[in-house]
């Protein structure tokens, strides 16, 4: 089992359909706090971080997201 893998899980909750387990990691930003708008309305590097999302290639839903930190610390654990 990779990785990634382990972190996501076996079925997508809005299809629900028994064997239907097609899908797909991209990376992306999305800002690292939604408490705190940037003063000048611009992120800046700071403002943003890193995650994985996990999307159902059947029906376009969000399975999961994974803070990149979370897959860094997985890697080093696993030995990459
Ligand atoms: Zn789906």
Redesign the pocket.
């Known amino acids: 089992m990779s990785l990634l893998n382990s972190l996501a899980p076996r079925r ?4 629900d359909e028994p064997g ?1 387990f097609v899908f797909e990691w991209t990376a992306t930003t999305v800002p690292a706090s939604y408490a705190a708008a940037p003063v000048n309305g611009r992120l800046t590097y700071n403002d943003v971080k890193c995650v994985f999302v996990l999307g ?1 290639t ?4 969000t ?1 999961v997201v994974v803070d990149a930190e979370t897959v860094a610390r997985r890697l080093t654990e696993d030995g990459f």
């Open positions: 997508c909750p809005e299809c239907v159902c059947s029906c376009s839903a399975v």
